[in-house]
């Protein structure tokens, strides 16, 4: 519920629907509906919460690799692991086709977010997707890119000749922030296939049934901790950062709508801000951390109902995994 409507708030803001613009540059609402179900909020949605999803999935699966890796809570951490891999195998492929149709409806609403996402400087057909490059804003080129032809209209447009706008249609005063978006877009997209090769990895080492003693997939998966976070991270710097110079897309731009608050009360503020939060995120970090390290906690009466009066034997395939979520008795080989 609270994801749905900041989000579609925050959806608005990109692509407004829904009202009528009054005196003194105020917009009054002529439909809630086509404001909340505005053009861009579907799509933004189901991306992001996907996003939440496959983040905790890899913080879960972190964190089994390291009690694997240190034999600690083997049954837990083996149905944690599979838990997450479960994720990785089915959800972040999902995750990248949610984002292709995000890109399809950017294309359509903020071509010139697009244009900057790519770095693309002239409006083409059948243009060509950018791997790296270093764009050069004052030139209005990019240096040392290194592309493939075409790719980048087939993605974008789905058709190899698809007109893909570039950044010289607009003023450079209404152009995004090139260079921070084109590289905060490749950071995400990477994430995102780095956690489907994950999954693919998973696939390779279950049919093998060597899921949970692979060294090497410990340490991969304990280096994937973090990175759903950095992905998220940076899918919003595209996001906001790809919208600029406006707060209201093509409505309201960021410099008319600051505040006449004087800087030192701002500077005030936000140091408050940065000391509570300093606080709290380190309280409850150290807290987490704790939790983790002290492993989880089972009574006898818990372990007979969890894994039967003999105990449990540790699953070797995700289809162990499945077996015991179907039971609701833990997993049994």
């Keep these: 519920m609270s994801a749905s409507w900041i989000l579609s708030a925050n959806s608005w ?39 939440a999803y496959l983040t905790t999935a890899f913080v879960v699966g972190g964190v089994a690799a390291w009690y694997l890796r240190k034999q600690r809570h083997l049954h837990h951490a083996k149905i944690m692991l599979g838990m997450a891999m479960i994720m990785a195998i089915f959800v972040a492929p999902i995750q990248i086709f949610l984002g292709d149709l995000h890109g399809l409806n950017t294309l359509q609403h903020q071509p010139r977010k ?6 693309l400087w002239e409006t083409q057909r059948g243009a060509a997707l950018t791997f790296f490059a270093l764009p050069n804003v004052d030139q209005e080129k990019n240096n040392y890119a290194i592309e493939i032809p075409k790719l980048g209209s087939l993605i974008l447009t789905h058709r190899w000749d698809g007109e893909v706008k570039g950044l010289k249609e607009w003023p450079k005063a209404e152009r995004p922030p090139v260079t921070a978006v084109f590289f905060a877009f490749r950071i995400m997209v990477g994430i995102g296939l780095l956690m489907v090769l994950t999954g693919v990895f998973a696939i390779i080492l279950n049919v093998r049934k060597r899921l ?45 709508a600051i505040s006449p608050v004087l800087g030192e009360n701002v500077l005030l503020s936000l140091i408050s801000f940065v000391l509570v939060y300093a606080f709290v995120f380190g309280a409850g970090i150290y807290y987490i951390l704790k939790l983790i390290k002290e492993g989880p906690k089972v009574t006898e009466k818990e372990e007979k109902h969890l894994y039967g009066e003999h105990g449990v034997q540790h699953p070797v395939l995700l289809s162990d995994v499945f077996k015991g979520l179907k039971n609701g008795r833990g997993v049994h080989a």
């Design 13 to 51: 803001m990109h692509t407004p629907t829904g009202f009528e613009a009054g005196a003194n540059n105020q917009y009054h609402p002529l439909n809630w509906l086509d404001i909340i179900f505005n053009p861009s909020f579907p799509y933004r949605l189901l991306h992001m919460v996907t996003a």
């Design 114 to 119: 697009v244009a900057a996402i790519e770095a």
């Design 212 to 256: 949970f003693e692979t060294k090497w997939f410990q340490s991969w998966c304990m280096m994937m901790t973090p990175m759903g976070f950095i992905a998220v991270l940076s899918g919003w710097m595209v996001t906001e950062m790809g919208r600029q110079p406006f707060v209201v897309y093509d409505l309201l731009r960021t410099s008319e």
